[in-house]
């Protein structure tokens, strides 16, 4: 069973930065056989997909809404991936929680993820 330990949420105000962090633990296999993505869930709204990152071809995929301003990574040797989040606007509010499946592709789709963390909030603020 996958562990997922997200960390580095907190306030920020509109333009600002903030990097999340996502350790995970007791997998099986090799690190680099999962997808790993970030989703957030806005207040009253549903979870979306905001970035995924292919473990073997390293090809990553983005909200719309989200491109050119997040940007996300992983450290195999760490078992970690991040989030770095960049001139955020208020509409980025929510939770936000890391996610991974034993996929060699990843999917912009809750269902396609077997395993999650608790989340961290992020809370932007004019």
């Known amino acids: 069973q996958v562990q997922l330990v997200e960390s580095g949420g907190g306030s920020v105000q509109v333009g600002g930065s903030l990097r999340l962090s996502c350790r995970a633990s007791?997998?099986?296999?090799?690190?680099?056989?999962?997808?790993l993505a970030w989703f957030r869930q806005p207040p009253g709204k549903e979870r979306e997909a905001v970035a995924a990152?292919?473990?073997?071809?390293?090809?990553?995929t983005y909200h719309a809404s989200v491109k050119g301003r997040f940007t996300i990574s992983r450290d195999n040797a760490k078992n970690t991936v991040h989030l770095q989040m960049n001139s955020v606007k208020p509409e980025d509010t929510g939770m936000y929680y890391c996610?991974?499946?034993?996929?060699?592709?990843?999917?912009?789709?809750?269902?396609?993820?077997?395993?999650w963390g608790q989340g961290t909030q992020v809370t932007v603020s004019s």
């Open positions: 990152l292919e473990g073997v071809r390293g090809v990553s």
């Open positions: 007791d997998f099986t296999g090799t690190y680099t056989a999962y997808c």
């Open positions: 996610a991974a499946a034993r996929s060699s592709w990843c999917a912009m789709v809750a269902g396609r993820y077997q395993y």
